[in-house]
């Protein structure tokens, strides 16, 4: 496999403990993986004969970006609902009457798996294009055994050639889909005696999620659900508060999941005892911003406290039709406050972390993955900076170039 050196870097923001930003930085990388990291001149005199130079022509270099709350395997989009969204019905009600989660459900339900693919693969490109390099990604407009298998496969299949790592979760307990509407309790139990132990048979999910509201899944449902899924040894991540509040975060703190994302209900008092259960919040402001809503999660509040604060798009046909972490990145800071660099460690090292994929991506450090993002930009707080428009430059998985804009 190739060696590469990357030089002319303006900064480095390796994220790495100690020198989180090297000015005039350089990367090397061998066989897919990072080898060195450090100040120009140090790095040059380990450059040899065979190791391919890229210029980053006095550019930024990041840590591909993680998105740690993704749901992108669903046929058709909610335009129409967004537009009655906008005369003034609620999210809430467009849900009630069939429309919503169950409305995407009924048409992925209709589509092959070859059709889930090649959408899947489709929006693949626009989260590399936003310089994104891992997606945590959830099942959860199936809803039956067969067509959340068909989601899981689909998932297996888009990570299979290293374009775009793929972390996957099961989110069986996404909706009540039609058929058990008179008969909730029943789509539990088939959630948890024929789904997941199908899904861990064929370790089709490394994560499993429950949407935790009183009026989809409650707290006994969705724990019912999330004890089912630990002991078939899959890690747990809850959509918590995010219309009620302090609801699935006290769920999330009791089982110490992984995750409690949305969070934009949670109240501070609730923040201790996340943070004592080692629970790190996931913070998806795209989807408040879509929602028209004001009400975004107390991100200060988080780090104040010493929570890992993580972001993400939540990519999703109805709360948040966005692929892009740059424009997360402008949300965090205008709407939440978050200070730059929190703000790109929320989507770099602490995602990584909240993946347990700590050890190998998510910062820039030797024997990581070669993950990296050259960025259109001289400074990485013109990151969050300018917004509306896609600053990657090029991106690399693994040491192997991805996607890369001549426009800039
Ligand atoms: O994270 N809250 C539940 N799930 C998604 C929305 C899914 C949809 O509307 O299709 C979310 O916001
Ligand atoms: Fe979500």
Same mark, same amino acid.
């Given at each position: 496999?190739?060696?590469?050196?990357?030089?002319?870097?303006?900064?480095?923001?390796?994220?790495?403990?100690?020198?989180?930003?090297v000015p005039d930085g350089a990367?090397l990388?061998r066989?897919?993986?990072?080898?060195?990291?450090g100040?120009?001149?140090? /790095?040059?005199?380990?450059?040899?004969?065979?190791?391919?130079?890229?210029?980053? @022509? @006095?550019?930024?270099?990041?840590? *591909?970006?993680?998105d740690?709350?993704t749901? =992108?395997?669903?046929a058709g989009?909610?335009?129409?609902?967004f537009?009655?969204r906008?005369a003034g019905a609620? %999210?809430s009600?467009?849900?009630?009457r069939g429309?919503g989660i169950?409305?995407?459900v009924?048409?992925?339900?209709e589509?092959?798996e070859?059709?889930?693919?090649?959408?899947? +693969?489709? %929006?693949?490109?626009?989260?590399?294009?936003g *310089?994104?390099?891992?997606?945590?990604?959830?099942s959860?407009?199936g !809803?039956?055994l067969?067509a959340e298998m068909k989601?899981? +496969?689909?998932?297996?299949r888009l990570?299979?050639?290293g374009?775009?790592?793929?972390?996957?979760?099961?989110?069986?307990?996404h909706?009540?889909?039609d058929e058990?509407?008179?008969r909730?309790a029943?789509?539990?139990?088939?959630?948890i005696?024929e789904?997941l132990?199908?899904v861990?048979?064929?370790?089709? &999910?490394?994560f499993?999620?429950?949407?935790?509201?009183p009026n989809?899944?409650?707290?006994d449902e969705a724990?019912?659900v999330l004890?089912a899924?630990r002991r078939?040894?899959l @890690?747990?991540? /809850?959509?918590?508060d995010q219309?009620?509040a302090d %609801? @699935?975060s006290?769920?999330a703190?009791e089982?110490?999941?992984?995750t409690?994302?949305?969070?934009?209900s949670?109240?501070a &008092?609730?923040?201790e005892a996340?943070k004592?259960a *080692?629970?790190? =919040?996931v913070?998806l402001p795209?989807?408040?911003?879509?929602l *028209?809503?004001a009400r975004?999660?107390d991100?200060r509040?988080m780090l104040d406290l010493?929570? =890992?604060?993580?972001? &993400?798009t939540?990519f999703?046909?109805?709360?948040s039709?966005t692929?892009?972490i740059?424009?997360v990145?402008?949300?965090?800071c205008?709407?939440?406050k978050?200070?730059?660099l929190?703000a790109?460690? &929320?989507?770099?090292?602490n995602?990584?972390?909240?993946?347990? +994929?700590g050890?190998?991506?998510?910062? !820039?450090? =030797?024997?990581k993955?070669?993950?990296f993002?050259?960025?259109?930009a001289?400074?990485y707080?013109?990151l969050p900076y300018?917004f509306g428009?896609?600053?990657?430059r090029?991106?690399?998985v693994?040491?192997r170039l991805?996607?890369?804009?001549n426009?800039y």
């Amino acid at each position: 496999m190739s060696h590469l050196a990357v030089v002319h870097c303006a900064q480095l923001v390796t994220l790495a403990r100690s020198a989180e930003i090297v000015p005039d930085g350089a990367l090397l990388v061998r066989d897919g993986r990072i080898q060195a990291v450090g100040p120009r001149r140090v /790095i040059e005199t380990l450059i040899t004969a065979d190791t391919e130079l890229i210029d980053a @022509g @006095g550019r930024i270099v990041l840590p *591909g970006f993680i998105d740690a709350h993704t749901h =992108p395997v669903f046929a058709g989009n909610r335009a129409d609902e967004f537009e009655e969204r906008i005369a003034g019905a609620t %999210y809430s009600e467009i849900a009630a009457r069939g429309g919503g989660i169950r409305g995407t459900v009924r048409r992925t339900r209709e589509a092959t798996e070859d059709d889930l693919l090649a959408i899947a +693969r489709h %929006y693949r490109e626009w989260f590399l294009r936003g *310089g994104t390099t891992t997606i945590e990604a959830k099942s959860g407009y199936g !809803l039956s055994l067969e067509a959340e298998m068909k989601i899981l +496969r689909v998932l297996r299949r888009l990570g299979e050639d290293g374009r775009l790592r793929v972390v996957p979760t099961f989110l069986g307990a996404h909706e009540i889909p039609d058929e058990y509407r008179s008969r909730p309790a029943e789509y539990v139990q088939s959630v948890i005696h024929e789904m997941l132990p199908s899904v861990a048979r064929e370790k089709l &999910a490394e994560f499993c999620d429950v949407f935790c509201e009183p009026n989809i899944f409650s707290i006994d449902e969705a724990r019912a659900v999330l004890h089912a899924a630990r002991r078939l040894g899959l @890690g747990l991540r /809850i959509h918590a508060d995010q219309f009620t509040a302090d %609801y @699935g975060s006290r769920l999330a703190a009791e089982l110490r999941a992984t995750t409690a994302d949305h969070l934009e209900s949670t109240g501070a &008092a609730n923040f201790e005892a996340l943070k004592a259960a *080692g629970v790190a =919040p996931v913070l998806l402001p795209a989807s408040v911003y879509h929602l *028209g809503s004001a009400r975004y999660a107390d991100a200060r509040g988080m780090l104040d406290l010493g929570l =890992p604060v993580v972001l &993400a798009t939540d990519f999703n046909p109805g709360s948040s039709p966005t692929p892009s972490i740059p424009m997360v990145l402008s949300l965090a800071c205008t709407q939440m406050k978050m200070r730059p660099l929190e703000a790109i460690a &929320a989507v770099t090292v602490n995602a990584a972390a909240s993946l347990c +994929r700590g050890h190998e991506i998510g910062s !820039l450090e =030797p024997g990581k993955w070669a993950d990296f993002v050259i960025h259109d930009a001289e400074d990485y707080r013109e990151l969050p900076y300018f917004f509306g428009r896609d600053p990657a430059r090029a991106v690399y998985v693994a040491g192997r170039l991805q996607f890369s804009s001549n426009i800039y």
